[in-house]
């Protein structure tokens, strides 16, 4: 497997707004484990009974790596960005929206033709109808806009994991003026933690009130879960930048994390309030340069799993979708049927990474260079 080149890794450099970053591999690594287990999530009715509790429990919550994706790609962001946002510039912001629109959406139109194979197939090939919610006509054209999860819609249809995408576009609009704020409001320690705590707990106490889950009713509630995580992440960033020159804040983010997955496992923390926390904790920890933790998240095999996370991410619901079309109802045993999934989909992102997402994103982006060129350019 060769080498992949570092200036497409996470976070490795700022897409040509400003200068290089530092990379940061041990987050590359995570954002691959958060992806498969999203992955193994979307396949949990099929999971072979055979598989231990405790492991088909952690499958069952696996709608919990897109928070770990919100508060990470808010980290993220800022690592890259936030320091062309001290000041509101326009064509900064356009420049840093074309090349984020850039990053995400020559995948997902892809995915999104890819998809009309599906009610196809059915309608040729299937006794049953077409389900015409899961098929929906302005559904697929609100995809197209990426506007899909901004409470248009009563339920997910097509592509169902590219609903965070949408939020997630939403997040890279309204990241100049988070930055901006953030540049100008985070002085010290203290009001830096307050400014990650206060979203969070705003987040958590409006789905209290709601009576609603931290993955219920995501039409409805993907949209703020994603912003207020994202706001966390941007804050997170800015504590992160004080660490860099206080080392004991890493210290003091295991202890944290300690206490409150304490919590969380003790029934004394509910989900929304324990596990964003939990998840800022760890994206801090192995932001760090250095460590045992960071080691285990950025060996090479977890580096490159990471590098297609995207592609896996977007594509694996449609292999879902045909592997249940082929095999699953048959006599395939579960467990054949589980290994054809996982090889499938990784086989699939591993390919959309190499001659889609890539190209794509190379096309694209040369389109942002003409309209919005670079200042030195």
Not at 258 to 281: K, R, T
Request: overall charge positive.
């Amino acid at each position: 497997m060769s080498k992949v080149p570092s200036a497409v890794r996470i976070v490795s450099r700022t897409d040509g707004l400003h200068g290089a970053r530092r990379h940061l591999p041990g987050l590359t690594g995570l954002r691959g484990i958060a992806a498969w287990w999203v992955v193994l999530f979307h396949f949990k009715e099929f999971i072979p009974s055979g598989v231990p509790g405790w492991m088909a429990g952690a499958i069952g919550r696996g709608y919990l790596a897109v928070d770990l994706f919100f508060v990470l790609s808010g980290f993220i962001i800022a690592y890259n960005y936030l320091r062309l946002f001290q000041s509101f510039d326009i064509r900064t912001c356009l420049r840093f929206l074309g090349i984020r629109l850039a990053r995400i959406y020559p995948l997902h139109l892809f995915m999104l033709a890819i998809f009309l194979i599906n009610p196809v197939a059915i309608a040729v090939a299937a006794s049953r109808g077409i389900d015409r919610q899961r098929y929906d006509a302005v559904y697929y054209v609100y995809s197209l806009l990426l506007v899909q999860n901004w409470g248009f819609t009563s339920a997910l249809a097509w592509n169902v994991p590219a609903w965070s995408i949408s939020t997630e576009w939403f997040a890279y609009l309204c990241f100049p003026i988070l930055a901006w704020i953030a540049s100008r409001s985070t002085r010290g320690p203290m009001m830096t933690i307050a400014c990650i705590v206060l979203p969070l707990a705003i987040l958590a106490t409006a789905l209290d009130a709601v009576g609603i889950p931290l993955g219920g009713d995501i039409p409805t509630n993907g949209l703020a879960r994603c912003i207020f995580e994202f706001t966390a992440g941007i804050f997170l960033y800015r504590l992160w930048q004080l660490a860099d020159i206080a080392a004991a804040y890493y210290s003091y983010a295991a202890v944290v994390f300690v206490a409150i997955a304490g919590c969380y496992l003790g029934s004394v923390l509910d989900e929304q309030w324990a596990m964003p926390a939990i998840w800022a904790c760890v994206v801090f920890m192995l932001a760090n340069k250095s460590g045992a933790i960071v080691n285990i998240g950025s060996n090479h095999i977890l580096e490159t799993i990471g590098e297609w996370s995207y592609s896996t991410y977007l594509c694996h619901y449609f292999v879902r979708d045909w592997v249940k079309f082929l095999l699953i109802g048959g006599s395939v045993p579960p467990w054949v049927t589980l290994a054809c999934y996982l090889t499938a989909t990784l086989a699939m992102s591993a390919l959309l990474y190499r001659f889609v997402e890539l190209p794509g994103r190379g096309a694209f982006r040369r389109l942002v260079d003409r309209a919005v060129p670079p200042r030195h350019a």
